[in-house]
């Protein structure tokens, strides 16, 4: 009965949508809770900025790779 969750963040996908999550999670509290700001937009911005960053990401650690 004890499941033990492994994540694999060698996995490119689940590594950017961990990421993400969390970019638009920090970016939604950030928002909210200090610049009164509106929802939607810290998504957007929180979702962008996320896939921007692990794209950049799986680039950098594909090239050290070589």
């Known amino acids: 009965m004890n499941?033990?969750?492994?994540f694999d963040l060698e996995n490119p996908w689940l590594f950017v949508f961990t990421n993400a999550v969390?970019?638009?999670a920090i970016s939604v509290f950030i928002k909210?809770?200090?610049?009164?700001g509106e929802?939607?937009?810290?998504?957007i911005?929180?979702?962008?900025?996320s896939i921007a960053f692990g794209v950049?990401?799986?680039y950098v650690?594909?090239?050290?790779?070589?």
């Open 56 to 58: 950049g990401m799986l």
């Open 22 to 24: 969390i970019w638009v």
């Open 39 to 43: 929802l939607a937009k810290a998504v």
């Open 3 to 6: 499941m033990v969750l492994n």
């Open 32 to 36: 909210m809770a200090f610049f009164n």
């Open 45 to 49: 911005t929180g979702g962008a900025g």
């Open 61 to 66: 650690r594909q090239s050290n790779r070589d």
